[in-house]
């Protein structure tokens, strides 16, 4: 073999390699519902471990996917699973088919704005206003006004999960306002009386957040501690944290933190639940 040969294979083995973190370094990317949970475990985290360094960025539980499949985070936040493709793609370029961590629990939420006199909502009725199918709340026994649908983002986990589990992967209505995470959400239904959204149990300051039903005939359940985690809240979801490779390291002793009594209390802390 040529040496020129030799230095086209080694840089192309380069490339394809994750790139590695430093000692003590560490990268979380993914979840916007997730974001500020994994800023507040990394502060607390990089406090208690002087010369310890955690970087945590948003963008969607996609786009952390993405970044771990490329190599380009060690920690996939996200709110989520990852797709059966995502999961062949990790495995087809590392040989592993990584690990799947859940690290919180959260009781996705409907908000409303705080002057909506609606108390709850069943599942059929969620999913024929995303499809855009009912469209005035006086179907609901409210005001005779048009209803403003807000929504996520498609890398976001958040809108992937509720596609799934209450649109039953129906396209959402053309009328949805698309925005850019549940901060904008919350924002934009606070301020427009007849709106309706969704997203995670932490950012719901300032709204009106709905109970909801399986089914007409089931019981109004609210997205709280023992409705999430014994899985009675129709939209409890896991949390979870996704890595290339089996813990080892930097990263396991992160983790091992994130899921100790300390790391669970930040969950309770920040809005969401801890896993049991």
Known sequence: MSKHIARILSLSLFLAAPLAAQAG??????SDTMVLLGQRWAEQYMAKNPGTSLQVTG???GTGISALINGTTDICQASRAMSAGEKANLRDRYNTPGAEIPVARDGLSVYVNA?????DINMDQLRLIFTGKLTNWKELGGADAKIIVYSRENSSGTYVFFKEHVLKNADYTSRA?????????VNAVSKEKNAIGYGGAAYAKGIHVLAVKK???????????AHVQDGSYPLSRPLFFYVRNKPAGDIKSFIDWVLSKDGQDIVTKVGYFPVK
Do not use: E, F, R
């Not at 370094?25 to 993914?30: D, E, R, V």
């Not at 002057?115 to 108390?119: A, E, Q, T």
């Not at 306002?177 to 959400?185: I, R």
């Open 115 to 119: 002057g909506n006199p609606l108390k």
């Open 177 to 185: 306002q698309s925005m850019p995470g549940t901060a904008a959400v």
């Open 59 to 61: 963008g969607g539980s």
């Open 215 to 225: 089914d007409d005939s089931a019981l109004a359940v609210s997205p709280d501690l």
């Open 25 to 30: 370094s560490l990268t979380i990317k993914g």
